[in-house]
């Protein structure tokens, strides 16, 4: 098991033996997949994925919310007398010795919190990321007053400018084509999301 997975797995039980009411984790694990496998695992244990954490949703790497769910000692003892009953510590619906990969039975649900985690990412996608964009030519003017200002230099820089806008308007596209594409996973297996604040 690679050591963000066993970093995630940690926060895990560590919020599970102090019941606390939520925690918030920064995943490290290269795509999506394997974080939508550690959701489900931590629904297992009775705590919830919620998104975004708040204030975290212009991050680049942004942190996650769990929140504990009425049930969640109960799920956690029927988690644990399972395991002692097997004698092997084994994480609910995932291959054995495999990590964060799950099983044909857990691999639906663990879709569905992979497609609430694109329409998450997708949402980060947004009018600050243009912003950036538009300021550029502002912070290559600056450095072009330097060396001064030629014809040449000039070209180079809008057209580096005319590269990184041609990126967004590109990433754009296939960020809303994938995010409408999830949505309707979501409306057609009858998940609400992004989950309301009364969740």
Not at 27 to 38: D, N, S, T
Not at 159 to 184: D, E, M, N
């Amino acid at each position: 098991m690679a050591m963000d997975e066993r970093h995630l797995l940690n926060e895990l039980m560590k919020a599970v033996v102090e019941e606390a009411h939520e925690f918030v984790v920064r995943p490290h694990i290269p795509g999506l997949k394997k974080f939508a496998a550690f959701a489900y695992i931590a629904e297992r244990f009775g705590y919830r994925y919620m998104g975004h954490a708040p204030g975290g949703v212009a991050l680049n790497n942004p942190y996650f919310l769990f929140l504990r769910t009425p049930d969640a000692r109960e799920r956690a003892a029927l988690l644990t007398l399972s395991s002692e009953e097997s004698n092997r510590k084994l994480l609910p619906g995932m291959r054995p010795g495999l990590g964060l990969t799950p099983d044909k039975e857990a691999r639906p649900q663990v879709q569905i919190l992979y497609s609430q985690m694109v329409v998450d990412a997708g949402g980060r996608y947004n009018a600050r990321v243009l912003s950036n964009v538009l300021i550029l030519p502002i912070v290559m003017a600056i450095f072009l007053i330097f060396p001064g200002y030629t014809t040449k230099s000039v070209s180079i820089a809008a057209g580096i400018w005319f590269a990184f806008f041609l990126c967004y308007l590109v990433g754009l596209g296939v960020t809303r084509r994938r995010r409408t594409k999830h949505l309707a996973r979501l409306s057609a297996a009858g998940v609400e999301w992004p989950p309301r604040i009364d969740a």
